[in-house]
């Protein structure tokens, strides 16, 4: 492949330990807390020697705001913070979607609630380099313990946190170098960054050398952990487009660790959004069905002009979060938005409000959810037959998902998965292979 991202990683594999099991009825199970099988203190302990005191015990972040431990000052900063992503990035245990932390100890549930941990990992390791990653992945080997892998929890998927798991915590390991870069398909300047580095940082070290890179829509997204679309993307498309390599330096497969991407010159960015919502606009008779094809009406045009867009939609809800051109003028995005413009002008649409984020009941979370995954999904795949889906951000419980994320790759990559990794000790209910296990109620990990 020519032009793109450069990928090189360390992955670090355990030797294959044999681990103990535990049975919850006929199921051979992952050991969980409280039972025999789980490690003592003192095991514990000696772990924690082992990896350089880098061992968290997970305390739930919304427990300031319940008791016994609730501080109303502290549980008042933390709802202030809570719909943002750096308070997640930051805290070890913690979720983005809050529907993957199963409301376990949420900061707007009475104070009385329970804060259990719920969906949280037990324990996590802020891991330095490849001696921490390999030692945390021989440990939970060893004691038969649900490992999970997490960078900075940007997902919608549940896949940065697993009931009563050993976590490898990722985002520490940082690190963002600008460098030349020479093989067979491309040659030019690259940013090499270790896999805690989040997109503004790889942004803030090319800009100030006059380059730029595509990273991930949101700045705090973790590079290394994955992302496709950017604010560059139509003008040097998604992540898969830039790859140019993928690999380990020592042959085995596991952990990400770093990676360098392709830069470019940098040139002038312009960006605006664009907001329409029945919660923040009085003039609430709006047909928001007719915004929506005004706007899909104009968006081939908006796109082949060299402009980026990001936006989403619901019944009483417009979003373009984001329209960005690279080495656009102002004139420019202003042609490319003039048909949308008069189409709305034609409306009397002519301002509107930034939306802000209602109050959910978590019941109405999941039931939402089931009609997307019941209802709507099977609408949109008879009008889209194999079109697959983007992982990242879709239906996190699709019936079919081995074919809807994954499509005919999905047999080699199983045989590569039961090469490279025969245990299944790497898991997430949406990776290949993971067909093997199967989540119970109470959140063990058992085989299927």
Same mark, same amino acid.
């Given at each position: ?20 099991? *535990? ?25 924690? !020697? *082992? ?39 930051? /805290? ?10 199963? !409301?376990?100890?949420?900061? =707007? ?19 330095? @380099? ?34 009563? @798991? ?61 992302? *496709? ?41 312009? @960006?605006?959004? $664009?907001?329409?919502?029945? =919660? ?14 005004? $706007? ?12 980026? !867009? ?13 329209? *960005? ?70 239906? =996190? ?7 809807? =994320? ?11 998965? @039961? ?14 292979? /993971?067909?093997? $296990? ?11």
């Amino acid at each position: 492949m020519t032009d793109g991202l450069a990928l090189v990683a360390l992955f670090v594999l355990a030797g294959c330990a044999k681990g103990q099991t *535990t049975a919850a009825g006929n199921k051979t199970c992952k050991c969980f807390l409280g039972e025999a099988c789980w490690p003592s203190d003192q095991e514990w302990s000696n772990f924690n !020697a *082992t990896v350089g005191g880098r061992l968290i015990k997970t305390v739930p972040l919304g427990s300031p705001c319940h008791y016994p431990d609730y501080d109303a000052t502290l549980c008042e900063v933390l709802q202030s913070e809570w719909l943002f992503p750096p308070v997640y990035i930051n /805290s070890f245990p913690s979720v983005q979607d809050p529907i993957c932390a199963n !409301a376990s100890c949420d900061p =707007f549930t009475p104070q009385k609630t329970s804060c259990m941990l719920g969906n949280y990992v037990r324990y996590t390791v802020n891991v330095t @380099g490849p001696d921490d990653i390999a030692a945390t992945i021989q440990f939970a080997d060893e004691n038969n313990i649900r490992l999970v892998i997490r960078n900075t929890a940007h997902d919608y998927l549940g896949r940065s946190t697993g009931a009563v @798991g050993l976590a490898i915590w990722t985002h520490y390991l940082q690190g963002v170098e600008v460098k030349d870069w020479s093989d067979a398909d491309y040659t030019g300047k690259a940013v090499k960054l270790v896999a805690g580095a989040q997109g503004l940082w790889a942004l803030d070290a090319s800009c100030a050398v006059g380059l730029v890179v595509v990273t991930g829509e949101c700045p705090t997204v973790g590079i290394a952990g994955g992302y *496709t679309h950017s604010p560059l993307s139509t003008a040097f498309g998604l992540s898969a487009d830039n790859t140019l390599e993928f690999g380990s330096s020592d042959g085995r497969w596991g952990v990400r660790h770093r990676k360098p991407i392709l830069a470019r010159t940098r040139r002038p960015l312009l @960006g605006t959004q $664009w907001h329409a919502a029945s =919660f923040t606009i009085a003039r609430s008779y709006l047909d928001y069905s007719a915004i929506a094809n005004a $706007w899909h009406a104009a968006l081939p045009d908006i796109l082949d002009s060299g402009t980026m !867009a990001t936006y989403y939609a619901e019944k009483d809800l417009i979003d373009i979060f984001s329209i *960005t051109g690279y080495n656009r003028t102002q004139a420019d995005l202003e042609d490319a938005l003039v048909p949308f413009i008069e189409s709305m002008a034609a409306m009397n649409v002519s301002r509107f409000a930034d939306p802000t984020r209602r109050a959910v009941p978590f019941s109405r979370m999941l039931a939402t959810q089931d009609n997307i995954t019941d209802v709507v999904m099977p609408i949109i795949e008879q009008v889209t037959p194999n079109a697959g889906a983007y992982i990242n951000e879709a239906d =996190f419980q699709p019936k079919d998902w081995q074919d809807v =994320f994954f499509g005919s790759n999905d047999v080699k990559l199983l045989a590569i998965k @039961g090469r490279y990794d025969p245990k299944g000790l790497f898991y997430n209910q949406l990776a290949v292979g /993971s067909e093997r $296990w199967k989540i119970l109620e109470d959140g063990r990990m058992c085989e299927a």
